[in-house]
């Protein structure tokens, strides 16, 4: 959300970057459908249509890999989806909205990262 908000931010690079195919997008039908139902909202104002050119292309775009189910209680349970599709798919780093909701320490090897953290790690 932040990178469509805000497309000069760090997390705008990621989105950006992504779509370039610089590094792969880990995905499930839960990211897709959360994405889906927080895009619609109204306090948001994108266009329908809009909203499906991007989420079919983050379909076309995304590594869909079976997931690894945790036993964690987050703050959010939605984030639960994003947590296990990256210890699933053994990914180096998730950068999450919201980095408080998430464990300190990695988990399976996957570290939390902020927009900017992984950026300086992937360069520009």
Same mark, same amino acid.
């Given at each position: 959300? +932040? &990178? !469509?908000? *805000? =497309? +000069? +931010? %760090? +997390?705008? *690079?990621?989105? /950006? !970057? @992504? #779509? %370039? &195919? $610089? #590094?792969?997008?880990? !995905?499930? @039908?839960?990211?897709?459908?959360?994405?889906? /139902? $927080? !895009?619609?909202? =109204? *306090?948001f104002g994108f266009d329908s249509d809009q909203i499906e050119v991007l989420l079919n292309g983050l379909e076309d775009l995304g590594l869909w890999l079976p997931i690894q189910a945790l036993n964690l209680d987050l703050p959010d349970k939605d984030d639960l989806a994003f947590l296990e599709v990256a210890v699933g798919a053994q990914t180096h780093f998730l950068v999450p909205g919201t980095i408080r909701h998430f464990p300190e320490s990695p988990l399976a090897g996957t570290r939390i990262l902020e927009p900017r953290q992984f950026i300086e790690r992937v360069g520009d």
């Open positions: 959300m +932040s &990178g !469509l908000l *805000k =497309p +000069s +931010s %760090w +997390s705008g *690079k990621i989105l /950006e !970057l @992504a #779509f %370039w &195919g $610089v #590094f792969e997008i880990c !995905l499930d @039908a839960r990211i897709l459908q959360d994405y889906r /139902e $927080v !895009l619609h909202r =109204p *306090k």
